[in-house]
């Protein structure tokens, strides 16, 4: 009778726990599908959306010492600001109530899975208890299974919720590459770095417009420079502001010495006319008659542009265009970028420290990747990654795309340690 009494006792805590978990599970499918839905409806690039996902995946695999409710910096960072957080509860006035406001989906999370440990604890006793029923101890040990990944999706949410994306990430951006030290050599070299780009574009499912394109007589690119659209177009392309090295020998080099070239990319996030405004008075348009190849077209009208903005001194240029208003609105895209990237300089060294991978160490003194022919090896300096395989990466295809998010990953992951050593004082309570 008591054995019988001990056996029901355990069929009914495993018959609620299993229920639980059973809702769990479609909790997370209702969740997947709406992400999908919304993705189509959103008309996604699929592979922009993969990118992002494969983000979230690097963090719960990678970053679990990290992001971990075990970890003794993040409980002492949620401990502080819970702690906040019930004091801005208390408060109750409109500066406490917006803090509440942003620090409750951490409560929330928090609290669901202080809810699901406890069930965590009974079918982890369940399925190690010396029973004669296997069938019982297969189910609980299912059921473990399924609220442990619970646990780990809710980890990742936490995750998502601490350090969300940048609000400028989902805008659009004016990518130039230049040639650097090097002559000829870095020409040549910035014409395959910027075909690489235009390549990831078309990989993404992103739209690039060319606006400048200045090739040399010998083959080469001095500058070049196009507007990517899409989703999620800055947060993808925002490190890849930089100093990209390149060794190899030349073709010109007869002796066959490995020379060292530079190319510059830089990454401007392209802003809406409501976010930088440009007033009329404070430029200066001057036309002039294209240069270069295109036809007969090319000098006998002034349809290239060139634009100054006054109180910036600021200079940008376009003639790629036939149309000279096409070309006074691209030179205005490029300028609008340009002073948005100034305001961000300005804001992030007001108040974010120097990460090695911050926007604002985008400094073109700063050499970020070395493409390295003779080994056929690709390195990232800022995080110690290195590919082989240099054809594959250069076509801005999978290889690129994979190493992109491994540098995103390490971006977050570094956000993250600088949050948790702040302990809850980046999201600041009220006074």
Known sequence: TKNNETLNKRLTRLFHLHRNTQSLSRCRRTLHTQARKSANKQQQSWRTAYMMNQRTHHYSTNSQDLLSLDNPSVQKYLNSLKAKYESALEMRDATSMKFVSTVRPVMDIIEEVEAIQGDVQELRTLAEEDSSDKEMRDLAQKDLHDIQETLTALQDQLFEVLVPEEPIDNTNVVLEVSAGVGGQEAMLFSQEVFNMYQGFAEYMGWTSDLTDYETTDLGGLRHGAAVISGDSVYQALKYEGGIHRVQRVPKTEKAGRIHTSTVSVAVLPQPSEIEVQILDKDLKIDTKRASGAGGQHVNTTDSAVRITHLPSGLVVECQEERSQHHNRNTCLKKLRAQLYQQQ????????????????????????????????????????????????????????????????????????????????????????
């Open 344 to 431: 961000l300089d300005h804001i992030t060294s007001s108040y974010t420290s120097n990460r090695k991978l911050q926007v604002g160490t985008r400094a073109r003194s700063e050499k970020i990747r070395t493409y390295n022919y003779p080994q056929d090896r690709v390195t990232d300096h800022r995080i110690g990654l290195s590919v082989h395989n240099l054809p594959s990466f250069l076509s801005g295809t999978e290889l690129l795309h994979s190493f992109i998010c491994q540098v995103l990953e390490e971006a977050r992951k570094e956000k993250l340690q600088e949050l948790l050593s702040s302990r809850g004082e980046m999201m600041t309570p009220p006074k």
